[in-house]
């Protein structure tokens, strides 16, 4: 399951930076918001996975 959320937050964040490249073109700069949401929350499961008190 950790690597499994990892993996989903570097997804997310590849996702993020896609979006905002195609800021000036495409006016995708409000999904860069969208992508943050499913990012915090993988980033919190790995967090909470990895971490020494894994729950």
Do not use: C, D, K
């Amino acid at each position: 399951m950790p690597v499994a959320a990892s993996g989903l937050a570097l997804v997310m964040i590849g996702a993020a930076f896609t979006h905002g490249r195609r800021h000036g073109r495409r006016g995708e700069h409000r999904n860069v918001a969208v992508n943050v949401v499913p990012l915090i929350l993988a980033l919190f499961v790995a967090w909470g996975r990895f971490g020494p008190y894994a729950f």
